[in-house]
């Protein structure tokens, strides 16, 4: 294995784990939608009710004139009548529509803003108003986004209409934040930018938006470029073309400073145990030991991916940022497969001054 081979995917032994985010937790009961919830809920409840025909304010107030607007819905469709946004009435209002491109889908409105909740940020509007647009990109990235939020949820990755289950854990609490599956490919250095492009999905993931972010996964090479020359990478001996090797910790923790944050260098252990708490990491190994390459990666790399926390399963959420196109989302690793990942990075031998050994492939962000 030649150095250049090693540091195709841009990466060596080492990973980054930061700060905050919120702690696993197994899905919880449905809380009923009331005048004391997120406010995105209540406009999410108003815009399913709209998609039924039944006209009302789409704003955050709930008001006793809507709780009776509610009761009369529930009534006439054989519901319970309890005048709030309970389990039973959200499903029948999930089933009854599905999403689609053009902007009179208010149940393609109610799942934008739910996402917005869940950390998808696809402009800076307090309630993603702008998210609201009924372009043919906007829709694109909303499916993608829902696709990623069923990995964080637990279950498996489709971007077909979410069902009645699907819509109840949307108006749940934020788990861990927005999944943005960005691709190195989509940025100018390609081959070795899995690194920094793991960064910026954590950045993103975190809300602290990276710069020149475009709030879409196909739209993410400016911020990942940004990232990279944040890094300030050191000069390699022997190598001429430095955007032919990727970077290090070290690097990377420059980058990271440039958004205020400092850290230390830790190991897979850390990984593993502030993941579980909710802390995001860019995590170093063998890409050939990920599951999904194991049948069709030719070789053994070092390479970066960026590990989000647990889904309500218990298994690891990540972002790879090798993965381009319609196969760029969100997957779900157990801890023994990223165990196993992280111990068999080839870019390790001893005496090798730029890769870390198995044991010091993450740094904790102070």
């Known amino acids: 294995m030649t150095v250049s081979r090693r540091f195709v995917l841009g990466s060596a032994g080492a990973g980054i784990l930061f700060g905050t985010s919120v702690q696993a937790s197994s899905a919880a009961t449905f809380a009923a939608v009331t005048s004391t919830s997120d406010p995105r809920n209540i406009r999410a409840f108003k815009l399913l009710l709209n998609g039924l025909g039944w006209r009302t304010a789409v704003d955050t107030t709930y008001t006793r004139t809507f709780y009776d607007f509610v009761r009369t819905f529930q009534r006439r469709n054989g519901l319970p009548v309890t005048g709030l946004g309970d389990e039973a009435t959200v499903r029948f209002l999930a089933s009854r529509r599905t999403v689609a491109v053009d902007t009179t889908s ?191 990666f030719s070789g053994d790399a070092s390479h970066w991916i960026a590990v989000l926390g647990t889904a309500s399963n218990g298994d690891f959420v990540v972002v790879d940022p090798y993965l381009s196109g319609s196969n760029a989302y969100a997957r779900r690793i157990t801890e023994a497969g990223l165990r196993l990942y992280a111990s068999t990075n080839p870019g390790y031998r001893v005496g090798h001054p730029r890769v870390q050994p198995p044991d010091r492939n993450s740094v904790v962000i102070n």
């Open 106 to 296: 208010w149940h393609a409105g109610a799942l934008k803003v739910l996402l917005h909740k869940h950390g998808y940020v696809f402009s800076t509007g307090a309630d993603a108003t702008p998210y609201l647009t009924g372009s043919s990109l906007a829709f694109a990235q909303t499916m993608l986004d829902l696709g990623n939020f069923r990995v964080s949820a637990g279950y498996g990755h489709t971007q077909s209409n979410p069902d009645a289950v699907i819509w109840t854990r949307l108006f749940g609490a934020p788990r861990i934040g927005g999944l943005y599956p960005v691709s190195q490919f989509s940025s100018s250095v390609k081959g070795t930018n899995c690194g920094p492009a793991s960064a910026v999905a954590i950045l993103a993931s975190r809300g602290k938006l990276p710069r020149n972010w475009a709030y879409t996964t196909a739209g993410a090479g400016a911020a990942i470029d940004d990232f990279r020359r944040s890094c300030t990478l050191d000069a390699v001996a022997g190598v001429t073309d430095r955007n032919k090797i990727g970077t290090e910790y070290w690097e990377l923790l420059r980058g990271f400073a440039t958004y205020g944050l400092t850290g230390r260098q830790g190991g897979i252990a850390d990984t593993i145990s502030l993941g579980r708490a909710g802390r995001a990491t860019i995590c170093g190994g063998n890409i050939r030991q990920l599951p999904w390459w194991r049948t069709t």
